[in-house]
Nanobody
């Protein structure tokens, strides 16, 4: 079973920044697309960003220019750098993965972490 473990969530004021991390034994390697998703009580789960095995990225319009997804294969870690945070970014953020060559930010994923909570106050 593939385990994904998120960290880095917290509480920040609007305009602030956070960096989320997702660690796994192997998913940052060649075969996996990886992504970040979020879910809040007010909204259904939505894709935020994805990165394919070749480093290509995809973002939801709501986070373009503010969030950056990246991965460090040597550390088996996926990141989501979040800047200029807004209250509407508040949600549980999940790391996810799927064996695929290409994936958009809202791609169907097979493996999920348990999430890390981000709260942005106004």
């Amino acid at each position: 079973d593939l385990q994904l473990v998120e960290s880095g969530g917290g509480s920040v004021q609007a305009g602030g920044s956070l960096r989320l991390s997702c660690q796994s034994a192997r998913v940052t390697a060649s075969s996996y697309c990886m992504g970040w998703y979020r879910h809040s009580p007010e909204k259904k789960r939505e894709g935020v960003a994805s990165i394919n095995p070749y480093g290509g990225t995809s973002y939801a319009d709501s986070v373009k220019g503010r969030f950056t997804i990246s991965k460090d294969n040597a550390k088996n870690t996926l990141y989501l750098e979040m800047n200029s945070l807004k209250p509407e970014d508040s949600a549980m953020y999940y790391c996810a993965a799927v064996i695929a060559s290409l994936c958009e930010y809202d791609y169907d994923m097979d493996y999920w972490g348990k999430g890390t909570l981000v709260t942005v106050s106004s």
